[in-house]
């Protein structure tokens, strides 16, 4: 059923494109009148950013690198979507908001894979389970209000009852869900993970592309700043801040982007200054263009290869880090569920031989595997990703 | 020349097929090749990238690179196959009977240890000579191919040595067991004109004094007349041609081996100065210095006149790419000025403005590394269109068209990357994006020199039919005097950074000349197979 | 020769101005403290008399600049100054777990090292062999797993289900070595095994690296033995990486005791370190600090100062 039309760059263009937009547009439709219906106000909310992601989408099946098969598998991931969400209807209009995020993940996912199908198609078998267990990951965490049977925090049963039907993986020290919590523990552990990143990653490219550019003092004074802050070890840095400021999220989010823009503003600055050093930006410099051209369209398109890397990477890190810290005491406080804690909390069952506390510690294995399986394979393919 | 007629060969290659795996499964790249050679003779294997000339070199080691292997035939040396012959047994012959000098001595060598020591590693490990033998045998050898100070030489780390020097202490090494057979790999490739003969008048020396057989990988025609008894033209993993060398250079069959010869063909005729006209650019006294204050530009003054092309030639270290960089702005000079059209040029690029930028433009040597391969073709000559011209639109569209036009690529290249073409179709990417700008002044740093030879020919052309057609000046820096020769309307000499002869093309290559030029125009091989032996009879003469 | 001596006291020199900057980051962190430090010791309905003394005791009506040279030299004295929870002398507390972290790193390490030099160096001279992919495998599992998921599996495994090892390392000063090492068996092989991976992992992109340059090629074409190209030409040249390795390996190493001495209840520095950050004993917490750090500081210097002394063209200089 693919969408054949082809603009005047090879692009979809006209019917093909409009056709997958307005399908996917009509399936966010019945999802924000699910929502209103309910009675929630949300529904506003959730029809605007459905106009937004509709926007979008618009846009980039419109450019004319867009491939016809693009449209047709963000037609058919919406089609599948919608009829889940109709589904759960009732779940999904209780909670719009993760239904919209898991929506959003989704089709990101559909459309990237789309575009790159040709290299996805190359990649081993390991690799693709990678990516599979990430994007289900993403899904759960999105979705998590929506999986759980019971409450983040509810006491619904006795402690440490076994594995039954009531509760899959029975229950905890204090009686609560182990299940509902394994899955909330994903949406926070990840959900922080991913801001604590994107923070220390924005901040560390951001201050590795200026420095690898524009050169001289600036640089110079900038790596000797992340010298020092590196010579101390992110352990015991974020130990100590946490010390003098108390673990809170906030405190927690900004100590870890901290630590994490360093290595990032020095992996920046060593691939920006490869680049730097061919001719073509040389030939830019030459030309007039001024540092944020030079940037944006000539240094950092040609590295976003080992910064995607990059980033599983330190989503990785930062994720066992958190965990780590979390199963100190000194991370994620209770009552909000986090692998890392989860696991100092029934520790004691080990001793009895029991398995239950390394779940969630599994799973935090399970998902590390899995990104370095996906960013191994991506290192493997020096071609990157392409338009 | 040693040739033992009527004797077995001493390598015999048969209908050999190389495979290499890529991602896409494996592809041939050697289709079905013989050769022979005999005890004592040079055989020159000659062919453009890809002809496979490096891969038949190491075949003759018994060697395939990693990721390659030998998918059908035979290699016989001295009887003995090398197709499927064990590890042990090739190891047993390599740097014995066969040995290999790589293009280049500095990535070869190791440096963590000297070169007397790499000289004496496969004599000693073998057991045929002791440590004090191979040493006092190692410092014979450099005395034979006439380096400096042979006696001390050998105890320098690689990073010491200069790359000529390098080069002979590498073909030392070779002929440290005395083997049946070397195969040089493209020796002298990476090395100025002057060093090259040194380096090849050691081999010529080496190969004699021991009678030893020989395969000479280039690319170039007019050194292998001087090396080898019979030439090979490989093309696409493919023989074209063979046959002895007099017959190969006075009567080739094959038309490709015309077009390699005919690299040297009649020049372009120079267009004569205008007399009282303002040239387009001035360069006054200029001198220029890196940080810490080693001067690299002595006093240089030159002129480029409208519509003429001026060649700055000069080996490394000379100072031409300096000299563009000056222009440019890149290289604030510490000394004098630059005039352009009549009016001073502000020194720093940064001081320019967007009009005088525009109507400087600066083609590179090195293709693959100047265009950014994340942006198709229409987006890099879309960009000097809208920065300079303004222009939007259609009109920039139709502009864009037109300059694939000029540059002989379909309009259907626009949509390409970078790495989907070849060397030459980016070069006149490269070209177009400086015409896009409808610059006065197109500085050409080195723009043929990383290409195949019969591809630079073409850009040269195209650079010729397109002064003719628009009014541009070119300031062609190169090293290649034979391009000069056939494209240039003006000449200067450089050395050491300083100016050493310059004038019309007529002027500089006729005598009297400069002793400079005189070395530099010497230099260059031709294609008459006994030049190298007349050169060095002159030169002991002049010396002796 | 000089260049090279010139390099080193250069590098030296920036070693130790790192380690003053880091000790005054330490510093500063008590500082930023909110609220008083010695209201913090009394607690909060002390007299104001008794605050004040004591803040004239420990010195704190003193301008910072006098503050920060005064406790820098009590530290290079061996006197850290007193925990703000107990109230005892840091010193006291810090010296035996001192030796015991070290000690533990140090078998750690005695195991690690040559085990993953050894796999790194194998895995990478039989790349793509079935070796190496399980080499790979093995230690792409173990740097995705927590170290505390590590600890309690070896828990699980050698002292609950097979007895042999105590999940509890309550070792004191009295014990004999044997004791001692038996003790301390669990949380190295923990460390251990963190640590192995990720640095045979390095060992062997590095020695990949080195084996694909272009003289080891022609030591192959000169006819050289495979073990004449290890020996002879890979790994002359191979010091600089490998040992950039071990000391990046190793820094992580003193990182991962903490959680380590945590689990074990290992009386060490890190679990000091944890406990009180736990109750805020920002003194306490300094000081252990400070041993990390200069820990840290001190392998990433001997590292680079060993880097240099073995680079051939700082050796055999033009």
């Known amino acids: 059923m693919a969408i054949h039309m082809t603009g005047r760059n090879g692009g979809i263009g006209g019917a093909g494109a409009l056709t997958a937009v307005l399908a996917a547009g009509l399936v966010l439709a019945a999802f924000a009148a699910a929502a209103l219906a309910s009675g929630k106000t949300a529904g506003l909310a959730v029809g605007a950013a459905a106009a937004l992601h509709l926007v979008l989408l618009a846009r980039a099946l419109l450019r004319p690198s867009a491939t016809p098969s693009a449209a047709t598998a963000i037609l058919l991931a919406t089609v599948v979507y919608g009829a889940g969400a109709l589904a759960l209807h009732s779940r999904f209009a209780a909670f719009p908001g993760s239904g919209l995020v898991g929506l959003a993940i989704l089709h990101v996912t559909v459309l990237t894979a789309a575009r790159q199908w040709r290299t996805l198609r190359k990649a081993p078998p390991s690799a693709m389970i990678g990516l599979a267990v990430t994007f289900a990951y993403a899904m ?55 801001v604590a990143t994107a923070l220390g990653f924005a901040a560390g490219a951001a201050a590795g592309l200026l420095a690898a550019t524009i050169g001289g003092w600036i640089d110079t004074a900038m790596g000797r700043v992340v010298d020092i802050l590196m010579a101390i070890p992110q352990l015991i840095f974020a130990l100590l801040i946490l010390t003098i400021v108390g673990t809170s999220i906030t405190s927690l989010v900004l100590v870890i982007a901290v630590v994490d823009a360093t290595r990032v503003f020095r992996l920046v600055r060593a691939v920006s200054m490869n680049v730097l050093a061919l001719e073509f930006v040389e030939a830019a410099r030459l030309r007039g263009e001024g540092l944020l051209w030079i940037i944006r369209r000539e240094v950092l398109p040609n590295i976003t290869a080992p910064l995607i890397v990059e980033f599983g990477i330190r989503f990785c890190f930062v994720f066992l880090f958190i965990s780590s810290l979390s199963f100190l005491g000194l991370g994620i406080q209770p009552p909000t569920a986090d692998w890392g804690s989860m696991v100092r909390e029934n520790a004691a069952l080990i001793v009895y031989g029991d398995i239950t506390p390394l779940l969630p510690a599994g799973a935090i294995a399970v998902l590390a595997v899995a990104i370095n399986l996906a960013v191994d394979w991506f290192l493997h393919t020096s071609s990157g990703l392409k338009e | 020349m040693n040739t033992n007629a009527g004797t077995a060969p001493l390598l015999e290659i048969a209908g050999l097929r190389v495979e290499v795996t890529t991602d896409d499964g494996p592809r041939e790249v050697v289709h079905g090749v013989d050769l022979t050679l005999r005890r004592g003779e040079i055989l020159g294997l000659i062919g453009e990238s890809g002809a496979g000339k490096s891969t038949l070199g190491l075949a003759a080691l018994g060697f395939a690179r990693d990721g390659s292997r030998f998918s059908a035939g035979s290699i016989r040396f001295d009887g003995q196959e090398l197709v499927g012959a064990p590890e042990r047994q090739l190891r047993a012959l390599r740097g014995l009977r066969v040995a290999y000098v790589a293009q280049s001595a500095a990535a070869s060598f190791n440096p963590a240890h000297n070169l007397i020591d790499q000289y004496a590693e496969i004599p000693v490990g073998r057991g045929l000579k002791s440590r004090r033998q191979a040493q006092a045998e190692a410092q014979e050898m450099y005395r034979t191919l006439l380096l400096p100070d042979p006696g001390g030489i050998g105890y320098r780390y690689p990073h010491q040595v200069s790359g000529g020097q390098l080069q002979r202490a590498m073909i030392a090494m070779a002929m440290a067991c005395q083997p ?3 195969v040089f790999d493209e020796p002298t490739t990476a090395l100025d004109v002057t060093t090259q003969v040194e380096v090849l008048t050691a081999i010529k020396l080496i190969v004699e004094k021991f009678g030893t057989a020989a395969l000479y990988i280039t690319h170039d025609l007019a050194v292998v007349a001087q090396m080898a008894d019979r030439i090979m033209v490989l093309r696409h993993g493919r023989v074209v041609e063979e046959g002895e060398t007099r017959r190969m250079l006075s009567t080739p069959r094959e ?74 702005g890149l290289l604030p000079p510490s000394e004098g000025r630059i005039l352009f059209d009549g009016a001073p040029l502000p020194p720093r690029m940064r001081q320019r403005s967007r009009a005088h930028l525009k109507r400087i433009q600066m083609i590179y040597q090195s293709p693959d590394t100047a265009l950014n391969p994340r942006q198709r073709v229409n987006e890099i000559l879309m960009r000097p269109l809208e920065f300079y011209l303004r222009l939007n639109g259609r009109e920039r569209q139709e502009r864009i068209d037109r300059l694939l036009e000029m540059i002989e690529l379909d309009p259907d290249y626009g949509q390409r990357f970078p790495d989907e073409l070849s060397g030459g179709e980016k070069q006149r990417v490269c070209i177009a994006r400086a015409l896009a700008a409808e610059p006065d002044l197109i500085i050409c740093d080195e723009v043929t020199s990383a290409l195949d030879q019969l591809v630079a020919q073409g850009i040269l052309k195209l650079l010729q039919r397109l002064q003719d057609e628009l009014s541009v000046s070119f300031l062609f820096i190169t090293h290649d005097l034979v391009t000069v020769k056939a494209i240039a309307d003006e000449i200067i000499v450089m050395q050491n950074g300083r100016v050493v002869e310059q004038g019309a093309r007529e002027t500089v290559l006729a005598p009297p000349h400069h002793p400079y030029t005189e070395l530099l125009l010497s230099s260059v091989p031709q294609m008459d197979p006994d030049w190298l032996d007349r050169l060095l009879a002159a030169r002991s003469g002049a010396t002796g | 020769m000089k260049t090279i001596l010139m390099l080193i006291a250069k590098r030296a020199a920036l070693g130790v101005a790192t380690l003053l900057v880091v000790s005054l980051i330490l510093f500063l962190g008590v500082e930023l403290l909110p609220g008083d430090v010695a209201q913090a010791i009394l607690g909060q309905d002390a007299s104001p008399d008794n605050v004040a003394n004591l803040r004239r005791e420990l010195g704190l009506d003193l301008p910072p600049a006098q503050r920060y040279l005064d406790w820098l030299g009590g530290v290079l004295h061996g006197d850290f100054g007193r925990s703000l929870a107990t109230g005892r002398e840091i010193s006291s507390l810090i010296g035996p777990r001192i030796l015991n972290t070290l000690f533990l790193a140090g078998f750690a390490a005695a195991i690690a090292v040559p085990l993953a030099l050894g796999l790194g160096v194998l895995a990478a001279v039989y790349r793509n062999s079935v070796f190496d992919r399980v080499v790979n495998i093995g230690a792409l599992g173990s740097i995705s797993i927590p170290e505390f998921f590590l600890c309690y599996v070896l828990i699980l495994w050698l002292s609950v289900n097979l007895g042999i090892f105590p999940s509890i390392s309550n070792i004191s000063a009295d014990l004999s070595l044997a004791e001692r090492a038996f003790r301390t068996v669990l949380p190295a092989l923990a460390l251990t095994i963190g640590v192995l991976a990720y640095m045979m992992r390095m060992t062997r992109a590095a020695i990949t690296n080195l084996l694909a340059r272009p003289y080891i090629q022609m030591a192959r074409l000169k006819g050289a033995s495979p073990g004449s190209v290890i020996v002879r030409h890979a790994l002359p040249n191979a010091f600089a990486p490998i040992i ?13 005791v903490v959680v380590v001495e945590v689990i074990f209840v290992y009386p060490g520095v890190g679990q000091l370190l944890v406990d009180s950050v736990a109750r805020r004993d920002v003194t306490v917490v300094q000081s252990c600090s400070l041993f990390f750090a200069l820990t840290y500081v001190l392998l990433n210097l001997i590292a680079d100062i060993l880097a240099i002394a073995t680079n051939p063209r700082l050796l055999h200089p033009r």
């Open chain 1, 140 to 194: 759960i965490a999105a979705l998590a209000p929506l999986l759980a049977p019971y409450p983040e925090a509810a006491i619904v049963g006795s402690e440490y009852e076994p594995w039954g039907a009531d509760f899959v993986l029975g229950t905890d020290n204090l009686g609560r869900d182990m299940l509902s919590r394994l899955i909330f523990a994903t949406r926070n552990t990840i959900s922080i993970a991913a």
């Open chain 2, 180 to 182: 049946e057979l070397i």
């Open chain 2, 255 to 328: 038309a490709y081996t015309r077009d390699l010869l005919g690299l040297r063909a009649a020049a372009r005729p120079a267009v004569p100065a205008e007399a009282g006209e303002e040239p387009l650019l001035r360069v006054d006294n200029v001198s220029a210095a890196y940080g810490g204050g080693f001067k690299i530009l002595h006093d240089v003054s030159i002129a480029v006149g409208r519509r003429r092309t001026v060649a700055v030639v000069g080996e490394s270290g000379s100072g031409k790419s300096s000299l563009a960089r000056v222009i440019t």
């Open chain 3, 244 to 256: 950039n390795v071990v000391a990046l390996s190793l820094a992580h190493l003193v990182v991962g």
